[in-house]
Protein backbone atom coordinates (compact mmCIF):
# COMPACT_ATOMS: atom_id res chain seq x y z
CA UNK A 1 0.00 0.00 0.00
CA UNK A 2 1.46 3.14 -0.99
CA UNK A 3 0.62 6.56 0.57
CA UNK A 4 1.22 9.66 -0.91
CA UNK A 5 1.74 12.47 1.66
CA UNK A 6 1.29 16.11 -0.58
CA UNK A 7 -0.07 19.35 0.48
CA UNK A 8 -3.37 20.55 -0.55
CA UNK A 9 -2.61 22.45 -3.56
CA UNK A 10 -2.38 26.75 -3.41
CA UNK A 11 -3.00 28.23 -6.63
CA UNK A 12 -1.58 31.54 -6.04
CA UNK A 13 2.25 30.16 -5.01
CA UNK A 14 1.56 27.25 -7.98
CA UNK A 15 0.91 30.24 -10.49
CA UNK A 16 3.94 32.33 -9.10
CA UNK A 17 6.11 29.33 -9.38
CA UNK A 18 5.27 28.51 -12.97
CA UNK A 19 5.75 31.94 -13.91
CA UNK A 20 9.03 31.85 -11.85
CA UNK A 21 10.56 29.26 -13.51
CA UNK A 22 8.89 29.55 -16.78
CA UNK A 23 7.29 26.38 -16.63
CA UNK A 24 3.68 24.89 -16.83
CA UNK A 25 0.93 25.50 -14.58
CA UNK A 26 1.37 21.69 -13.70
CA UNK A 27 4.40 22.14 -13.03
CA UNK A 28 4.13 24.53 -10.48
CA UNK A 29 1.31 23.09 -9.07
CA UNK A 30 3.80 19.71 -8.36
CA UNK A 31 6.43 21.95 -6.64
CA UNK A 32 4.19 23.69 -4.32
CA UNK A 33 2.29 20.14 -3.87
CA UNK A 34 5.82 18.25 -2.29
CA UNK A 35 6.30 20.99 -0.21
CA UNK A 36 9.47 22.92 -2.69
CA UNK A 37 8.47 26.44 -2.63
CA UNK A 38 11.85 28.15 -2.04
CA UNK A 39 14.14 29.03 -4.10
CA UNK A 40 16.91 27.16 -2.10
CA UNK A 41 14.56 24.54 -2.09
CA UNK A 42 13.90 24.52 -5.73
CA UNK A 43 17.70 24.92 -7.16
CA UNK A 44 19.01 22.04 -5.45
CA UNK A 45 16.17 19.18 -6.58
CA UNK A 46 16.23 20.94 -9.95
CA UNK A 47 19.85 22.71 -10.39
CA UNK A 48 22.65 21.30 -11.84
CA UNK A 49 25.32 22.78 -9.69
CA UNK A 50 27.54 20.30 -8.56
CA UNK A 51 28.78 20.89 -4.50
CA UNK A 52 29.28 19.42 -1.37
CA UNK A 53 30.13 20.35 2.02
CA UNK A 54 33.15 19.88 3.86
CA UNK A 55 34.17 16.50 4.51
CA UNK A 56 35.78 17.38 7.41
CA UNK A 57 32.53 19.19 9.08
CA UNK A 58 32.05 14.94 10.05
CA UNK A 59 33.22 14.48 12.94
CA UNK A 60 36.51 12.44 13.64
CA UNK A 61 37.22 12.84 10.14
CA UNK A 62 40.32 14.36 10.30
CA UNK A 63 41.46 11.67 12.89
CA UNK A 64 40.70 9.04 10.08
CA UNK A 65 42.63 11.08 7.40
CA UNK A 66 45.92 11.15 10.12
CA UNK A 67 46.01 7.68 10.63
CA UNK A 68 45.24 6.47 7.09
CA UNK A 69 48.15 8.74 5.82
CA UNK A 70 49.98 7.12 8.52
CA UNK A 71 49.32 3.73 7.48
CA UNK A 72 49.96 4.60 3.37
CA UNK A 73 53.62 6.13 4.41
CA UNK A 74 54.49 3.37 6.42
CA UNK A 75 53.75 0.42 4.60
CA UNK A 76 51.05 -0.97 6.66
CA UNK A 77 48.62 -3.30 6.04
CA UNK A 78 45.15 -2.00 5.52
CA UNK A 79 41.89 -3.81 5.08
CA UNK A 80 38.88 -2.31 3.58
CA UNK A 81 36.29 -3.94 5.34
CA UNK A 82 33.03 -4.07 4.10
CA UNK A 83 29.62 -5.59 3.52
CA UNK A 84 27.96 -8.01 1.13
CA UNK A 85 25.19 -5.39 -0.63
CA UNK A 86 25.07 -2.95 -3.25
CA UNK A 87 26.24 0.18 -1.34
CA UNK A 88 29.08 -1.96 1.23
CA UNK A 89 30.16 -3.76 -2.36
CA UNK A 90 30.57 -0.23 -4.20
CA UNK A 91 32.15 1.12 -1.15
CA UNK A 92 34.72 -1.54 -0.54
CA UNK A 93 35.76 -1.22 -4.22
CA UNK A 94 35.86 2.26 -4.36
CA UNK A 95 38.04 2.91 -1.51
CA UNK A 96 40.06 -0.06 -2.10
CA UNK A 97 40.35 1.61 -5.46
CA UNK A 98 41.54 4.70 -3.98
CA UNK A 99 44.07 3.16 -1.55
CA UNK A 100 45.72 1.22 -4.19
CA UNK A 101 46.14 4.49 -6.54
CA UNK A 102 47.93 5.75 -3.43
CA UNK A 103 50.68 3.40 -3.05
CA UNK A 104 48.73 1.63 -0.23
CA UNK A 105 49.73 -2.14 0.75
CA UNK A 106 45.46 -2.72 0.81
CA UNK A 107 43.66 -5.30 0.83
CA UNK A 108 39.96 -5.98 1.23
CA UNK A 109 37.17 -8.47 3.00
CA UNK A 110 33.91 -9.06 2.48
CA UNK A 111 31.67 -11.18 5.27
CA UNK A 112 29.63 -14.08 4.13
CA UNK A 113 25.87 -13.48 5.07
CA UNK A 114 25.02 -17.03 6.44
CA UNK A 115 28.62 -17.54 8.09
CA UNK A 116 29.22 -14.90 9.64
CA UNK A 117 26.49 -12.25 9.43
CA UNK A 118 26.50 -8.69 8.92
CA UNK A 119 29.52 -6.02 10.62
CA UNK A 120 33.21 -7.22 12.27
CA UNK A 121 33.41 -10.69 13.94
CA UNK A 122 36.24 -11.64 15.53
CA UNK A 123 36.88 -14.89 13.49
CA UNK A 124 37.35 -12.58 10.28
CA UNK A 125 39.67 -10.47 13.14
CA UNK A 126 41.60 -13.36 13.65
CA UNK A 127 42.35 -14.11 10.16
CA UNK A 128 43.14 -10.90 9.39
CA UNK A 129 45.64 -10.43 11.91
CA UNK A 130 47.11 -13.70 10.94
CA UNK A 131 47.90 -12.28 7.17
CA UNK A 132 49.33 -9.20 8.92
CA UNK A 133 46.66 -6.74 8.82
CA UNK A 134 47.66 -3.36 11.12
CA UNK A 135 44.60 -0.90 10.11
CA UNK A 136 40.91 -2.28 9.51
CA UNK A 137 38.95 0.61 7.69
CA UNK A 138 35.28 -0.35 8.24
CA UNK A 139 33.09 1.05 5.34
CA UNK A 140 29.11 0.47 5.69
CA UNK A 141 29.29 -1.12 8.99
CA UNK A 142 30.90 -1.03 12.51
CA UNK A 143 29.01 1.70 14.43
CA UNK A 144 27.84 -0.79 16.32
CA UNK A 145 30.89 -3.35 16.72
CA UNK A 146 32.19 -2.08 20.37
CA UNK A 147 33.76 -5.92 21.27
CA UNK A 148 34.94 -6.49 17.91
CA UNK A 149 36.92 -3.13 17.86
CA UNK A 150 38.08 -4.02 21.41
CA UNK A 151 39.13 -7.44 20.37
CA UNK A 152 41.28 -6.01 17.11
CA UNK A 153 42.79 -3.23 20.00
CA UNK A 154 43.66 -6.55 21.48
CA UNK A 155 45.76 -7.86 19.10
CA UNK A 156 47.46 -4.92 18.10
CA UNK A 157 45.85 -3.24 14.90
CA UNK A 158 44.12 0.21 14.59
CA UNK A 159 40.32 0.22 13.46
CA UNK A 160 39.16 3.33 11.95
CA UNK A 161 35.28 3.07 10.95
CA UNK A 162 33.02 4.81 8.56
CA UNK A 163 29.55 3.78 8.72
CA UNK A 164 25.83 5.75 8.19
CA UNK A 165 23.75 3.55 10.41
CA UNK A 166 22.28 4.72 13.65
CA UNK A 167 24.76 4.90 16.50
CA UNK A 168 24.10 3.31 19.98
CA UNK A 169 25.19 4.99 23.02
CA UNK A 170 28.55 3.59 23.42
CA UNK A 171 30.31 3.86 20.34
CA UNK A 172 33.55 1.55 19.39
CA UNK A 173 36.71 2.87 20.92
CA UNK A 174 38.19 3.21 17.15
CA UNK A 175 41.23 5.54 16.40
CA UNK A 176 38.15 7.14 14.55
CA UNK A 177 34.26 6.74 14.25
CA UNK A 178 33.21 8.67 11.13
CA UNK A 179 29.35 8.03 11.17
CA UNK A 180 26.79 11.77 10.03
CA UNK A 181 24.68 10.32 12.62
CA UNK A 182 26.92 10.75 15.75
CA UNK A 183 24.72 12.61 18.51
CA UNK A 184 28.10 15.17 18.41
CA UNK A 185 28.42 15.03 14.74
CA UNK A 186 28.04 19.09 13.35
CA UNK A 187 27.78 17.83 9.23
CA UNK A 188 24.68 19.15 7.76
CA UNK A 189 24.16 16.75 5.67
CA UNK A 190 23.22 13.25 7.21
CA UNK A 191 21.29 10.98 4.84
CA UNK A 192 24.61 9.70 3.57
CA UNK A 193 24.60 5.74 2.47
CA UNK A 194 27.98 3.86 3.51
CA UNK A 195 29.71 4.72 -0.16
CA UNK A 196 28.64 8.61 0.47
CA UNK A 197 30.72 8.57 3.62
CA UNK A 198 33.55 6.76 2.58
CA UNK A 199 33.46 9.31 -0.86
CA UNK A 200 33.42 12.21 1.95
CA UNK A 201 36.27 10.33 3.26
CA UNK A 202 38.28 10.41 -0.16
CA UNK A 203 37.33 13.71 -0.17
CA UNK A 204 38.95 14.34 3.16
CA UNK A 205 42.25 12.53 2.13
CA UNK A 206 42.71 14.60 -0.97
CA UNK A 207 43.18 17.42 1.56
CA UNK A 208 41.88 20.76 1.48
CA UNK A 209 42.79 21.65 -2.58
CA UNK A 210 40.54 18.25 -3.59
CA UNK A 211 39.45 18.30 -6.83
CA UNK A 212 35.67 16.98 -6.83
CA UNK A 213 35.50 17.05 -10.53
CA UNK A 214 38.06 14.59 -10.97
CA UNK A 215 37.24 12.74 -8.13
CA UNK A 216 33.60 12.27 -9.76
CA UNK A 217 34.83 11.01 -13.02
CA UNK A 218 36.32 8.14 -11.33
CA UNK A 219 33.78 7.32 -8.25
CA UNK A 220 30.46 8.82 -9.36
CA UNK A 221 29.35 5.59 -11.00
CA UNK A 222 30.03 3.64 -7.69
CA UNK A 223 28.92 6.40 -5.66
CA UNK A 224 25.27 6.32 -7.34
CA UNK A 225 25.02 2.57 -7.33
CA UNK A 226 25.56 2.44 -3.72
CA UNK A 227 23.33 5.45 -2.76
CA UNK A 228 20.44 4.39 -4.91
CA UNK A 229 21.21 0.23 -3.89
CA UNK A 230 20.59 1.81 0.13
CA UNK A 231 17.33 3.65 -0.68
CA UNK A 232 18.46 6.84 1.41
CA UNK A 233 16.62 9.50 0.39
CA UNK A 234 17.67 11.52 -3.08
CA UNK A 235 17.76 15.07 -1.63
CA UNK A 236 20.62 17.16 -0.77
CA UNK A 237 23.46 15.67 -1.21
CA UNK A 238 22.81 12.21 -2.00
CA UNK A 239 20.75 13.76 -5.29
CA UNK A 240 24.02 15.57 -6.37
CA UNK A 241 25.92 12.44 -6.22
CA UNK A 242 23.63 10.42 -8.17
CA UNK A 243 23.18 13.23 -10.60
CA UNK A 244 26.60 13.48 -11.21
CA UNK A 245 27.09 9.56 -11.04
CA UNK A 246 24.35 8.04 -13.86
CA UNK A 247 26.26 9.90 -16.56
CA UNK A 248 29.69 8.70 -15.55
CA UNK A 249 28.16 5.24 -15.10
CA UNK A 250 26.29 5.07 -18.66
CA UNK A 251 29.98 5.47 -20.02
CA UNK A 252 31.78 4.11 -17.09
CA UNK A 253 35.19 2.75 -18.27
CA UNK A 254 35.22 -0.52 -15.82
CA UNK A 255 35.17 -3.74 -17.48
CA UNK A 256 32.90 -5.32 -14.89
CA UNK A 257 29.94 -2.64 -14.99
CA UNK A 258 30.46 -2.44 -18.84
CA UNK A 259 29.45 -6.37 -18.66
CA UNK A 260 26.53 -5.86 -15.95
CA UNK A 261 25.26 -3.73 -18.13
CA UNK A 262 25.36 -5.46 -20.92
CA UNK A 263 23.72 -8.78 -19.38
CA UNK A 264 21.27 -6.31 -18.22
CA UNK A 265 19.77 -4.46 -21.29
CA UNK A 266 20.91 -1.51 -20.18
CA UNK A 267 24.07 -0.95 -22.30
CA UNK A 268 22.47 1.38 -24.54
CA UNK A 269 19.73 3.17 -22.53
CA UNK A 270 19.77 6.41 -20.76
CA UNK A 271 20.35 4.97 -17.13
CA UNK A 272 18.13 6.69 -14.36
CA UNK A 273 17.73 5.76 -10.74
CA UNK A 274 14.83 3.81 -11.50
CA UNK A 275 16.28 1.16 -13.91
CA UNK A 276 19.71 0.99 -12.30
CA UNK A 277 17.66 0.17 -8.60
CA UNK A 278 16.01 -2.96 -10.36
CA UNK A 279 18.53 -3.70 -13.24
CA UNK A 280 21.88 -3.17 -11.44
CA UNK A 281 21.08 -3.30 -8.18
CA UNK A 282 19.48 -6.75 -7.27
CA UNK A 283 22.47 -8.22 -9.39
CA UNK A 284 25.23 -6.91 -6.86
CA UNK A 285 22.92 -7.55 -4.46
CA UNK A 286 22.50 -11.46 -5.47
CA UNK A 287 25.83 -12.06 -5.09
CA UNK A 288 25.45 -11.83 -1.29
CA UNK A 289 22.93 -13.55 -0.53
CA UNK A 290 23.57 -16.73 -2.73
CA UNK A 291 27.20 -18.04 -2.70
CA UNK A 292 30.35 -16.13 -2.46
CA UNK A 293 29.87 -12.02 -1.74
CA UNK A 294 33.10 -11.15 -3.12
CA UNK A 295 32.41 -11.51 -6.68
CA UNK A 296 31.17 -8.24 -6.84
CA UNK A 297 33.70 -6.75 -5.71
CA UNK A 298 35.82 -8.42 -8.12
CA UNK A 299 33.77 -7.62 -11.11
CA UNK A 300 34.10 -4.11 -10.22
CA UNK A 301 37.17 -4.29 -10.12
CA UNK A 302 38.34 -6.51 -12.83
CA UNK A 303 40.67 -5.38 -15.92
CA UNK A 304 40.35 -8.33 -17.84
CA UNK A 305 37.83 -8.46 -19.96
CA UNK A 306 37.21 -12.58 -20.42
CA UNK A 307 37.07 -12.21 -16.38
CA UNK A 308 34.79 -9.43 -16.22
CA UNK A 309 32.36 -10.88 -19.00
CA UNK A 310 32.40 -14.33 -16.78
CA UNK A 311 31.87 -12.70 -13.32
CA UNK A 312 28.70 -10.25 -14.97
CA UNK A 313 27.28 -13.98 -16.32
CA UNK A 314 27.76 -15.48 -12.73
CA UNK A 315 25.97 -12.40 -11.16
CA UNK A 316 23.52 -12.34 -13.52
CA UNK A 317 22.97 -16.19 -12.96
CA UNK A 318 22.72 -15.68 -8.61
CA UNK A 319 20.42 -13.02 -9.55
CA UNK A 320 17.89 -15.38 -11.46
CA UNK A 321 18.33 -18.14 -8.79
CA UNK A 322 17.82 -15.46 -6.08
CA UNK A 323 14.69 -14.64 -7.47
CA UNK A 324 12.99 -17.94 -7.35
CA UNK A 325 13.97 -18.66 -3.81
CA UNK A 326 12.35 -14.67 -2.60
CA UNK A 327 9.51 -15.86 -4.81
CA UNK A 328 8.95 -19.58 -3.23
CA UNK A 329 9.16 -17.72 0.46
CA UNK A 330 6.93 -14.92 -0.14
CA UNK A 331 4.35 -17.32 -1.24
CA UNK A 332 4.68 -19.67 1.56
CA UNK A 333 4.10 -16.30 3.41
CA UNK A 334 0.91 -15.38 1.95
CA UNK A 335 -0.29 -18.98 2.64
CA UNK A 336 0.64 -18.95 6.69
CA UNK A 337 -1.46 -15.30 6.81
CA UNK A 338 -3.99 -17.08 4.88
CA UNK A 339 -3.86 -20.12 6.93
CA UNK A 340 -3.69 -17.65 9.94
CA UNK A 341 -4.70 -13.91 9.32
CA UNK A 342 -4.33 -12.89 13.13
CA UNK A 343 -0.27 -11.53 12.46
CA UNK A 344 -1.94 -9.02 10.36
CA UNK A 345 -3.32 -7.59 13.60
CA UNK A 346 -0.14 -6.43 14.80
CA UNK A 347 1.58 -3.35 14.37
CA UNK A 348 4.84 -4.77 13.56
CA UNK A 349 4.42 -8.41 11.14
CA UNK A 350 6.86 -10.54 12.86
CA UNK A 351 6.52 -13.73 10.53
CA UNK A 352 9.45 -16.97 10.99
CA UNK A 353 9.96 -19.72 9.52
CA UNK A 354 12.32 -22.90 9.69
CA UNK A 355 14.88 -23.16 6.32
CA UNK A 356 14.00 -19.83 4.60
CA UNK A 357 17.23 -18.80 2.83
CA UNK A 358 18.35 -15.86 5.12
CA UNK A 359 19.96 -14.27 2.11
CA UNK A 360 16.85 -13.05 0.68
CA UNK A 361 14.36 -12.83 3.54
CA UNK A 362 15.13 -8.72 3.37
CA UNK A 363 13.46 -8.67 0.30
CA UNK A 364 10.37 -10.67 0.91
CA UNK A 365 10.23 -8.39 3.78
CA UNK A 366 10.05 -5.24 1.45
CA UNK A 367 7.26 -7.05 -0.20
CA UNK A 368 5.37 -8.08 2.71
CA UNK A 369 5.64 -4.48 4.31
CA UNK A 370 4.42 -3.13 0.56
CA UNK A 371 1.33 -5.53 0.13
CA UNK A 372 -0.01 -4.79 3.87
CA UNK A 373 1.15 -1.25 4.26
CA UNK A 374 3.11 -1.67 7.74
CA UNK A 375 6.56 -2.84 9.00
CA UNK A 376 7.25 -6.42 8.64
CA UNK A 377 10.17 -8.39 10.47
CA UNK A 378 10.71 -12.34 8.90
CA UNK A 379 12.97 -14.37 10.59
CA UNK A 380 14.92 -17.58 9.55
CA UNK A 381 14.85 -20.33 11.68
CA UNK A 382 17.88 -22.49 11.75
CA UNK A 383 18.22 -24.54 14.94
CA UNK A 384 18.44 -23.00 17.98
CA UNK A 385 19.84 -19.71 16.07
CA UNK A 386 18.07 -17.64 13.85
CA UNK A 387 18.50 -14.53 11.86
CA UNK A 388 15.68 -11.68 10.57
CA UNK A 389 15.69 -8.89 8.50
CA UNK A 390 13.34 -6.34 8.07
CA UNK A 391 11.53 -3.55 6.38
CA UNK A 392 9.87 -0.32 7.57
CA UNK A 393 7.45 2.40 6.23
CA UNK A 394 7.99 6.10 6.22
CA UNK A 395 7.62 7.39 9.15
CA UNK A 396 8.26 4.61 11.68
CA UNK A 397 11.67 3.86 13.15
CA UNK A 398 12.23 -0.19 12.91
CA UNK A 399 16.07 0.73 14.19
CA UNK A 400 13.84 1.74 16.93
CA UNK A 401 11.23 -0.64 17.51
CA UNK A 402 14.07 -3.42 17.62
CA UNK A 403 15.84 -1.52 20.33
CA UNK A 404 13.51 -1.65 22.16
CA UNK A 405 13.90 -5.36 22.46
CA UNK A 406 17.45 -4.96 23.09
CA UNK A 407 17.38 -7.74 25.87
CA UNK A 408 15.94 -10.44 23.84
CA UNK A 409 18.91 -9.83 20.83
CA UNK A 410 21.87 -11.55 20.49
CA UNK A 411 22.92 -8.79 17.65
CA UNK A 412 21.00 -6.20 15.75
CA UNK A 413 21.49 -2.97 13.59
CA UNK A 414 20.17 -0.73 10.94
CA UNK A 415 18.29 2.53 10.40
CA UNK A 416 14.68 3.94 10.40
CA UNK A 417 13.62 1.78 7.43
CA UNK A 418 15.84 -1.16 7.70
CA UNK A 419 17.23 -3.54 10.31
CA UNK A 420 18.99 -6.96 10.76
CA UNK A 421 18.85 -9.32 13.91
CA UNK A 422 20.21 -12.37 15.40
CA UNK A 423 18.30 -14.02 18.06
CA UNK A 424 17.60 -17.68 19.87
CA UNK A 425 15.19 -19.41 18.29
CA UNK A 426 13.12 -19.67 21.78
CA UNK A 427 13.21 -15.98 22.11
CA UNK A 428 11.68 -15.43 18.79
CA UNK A 429 7.96 -15.62 20.44
CA UNK A 430 8.51 -13.05 22.93
CA UNK A 431 10.23 -10.73 20.32
CA UNK A 432 6.57 -11.25 18.30
CA UNK A 433 4.78 -9.86 21.45
CA UNK A 434 6.65 -7.15 22.49
CA UNK A 435 6.65 -5.75 18.69
CA UNK A 436 2.78 -6.51 18.49
CA UNK A 437 2.60 -4.24 21.97
CA UNK A 438 4.93 -1.65 21.55
CA UNK A 439 8.33 -2.23 19.83
CA UNK A 440 9.19 1.31 18.99
CA UNK A 441 8.34 5.31 20.38
CA UNK A 442 4.97 6.15 20.80
CA UNK A 443 5.18 9.27 17.94
CA UNK A 444 6.16 6.24 15.71
CA UNK A 445 3.31 4.32 16.42
CA UNK A 446 0.99 6.99 16.13
CA UNK A 447 2.21 7.37 12.16
CA UNK A 448 2.21 3.51 11.87
CA UNK A 449 -1.50 3.06 13.09
CA UNK A 450 -2.07 5.16 9.83
CA UNK A 451 -1.34 1.96 8.09
CA UNK A 452 -3.03 -0.52 9.80
Known sequence: MKKWDVLPCDRNIAERLAQQYQVPFVMGALMQTRG???????DAMFGSAISLSDPLQMVDMDRAVERIWHAINHFERITVYGDYDADGVTSTAMLYSYLESNGADVTYYIPDREREGYGLNLQAIDQLHAQGTQLIITVDNGISSVEEVAYASQLGMDVVVTDHHRSREVLPAACAVVDPHRLDCPSTFKDFAGVGVAFKLIMALEGPDYDLTSLLENYADLVAIGTIGDVVPLLGENRTLVRAGLPHLSRSDRLGLRSLLENASLDNRMLTATNVAFGVVPRINATGRIGSPDRAVRLLLAEDPEEAANLAADVCDCNEYRRQIESDIFERVLEDLERDPRPLLDRVLVLAGEGWHPGVIGIVAARITERFGKPSI?????????????????????????????DLLVK????????????????????????SLCGGSCAAYACADAYD
Open 378 to 406: LISINGEEAKGSGRSIEGFSLFEAVCSCS
Open 412 to 435: FGGHPMAAGLSIRTAAIAQFRENQ
Open 36 to 42: LTETGQI
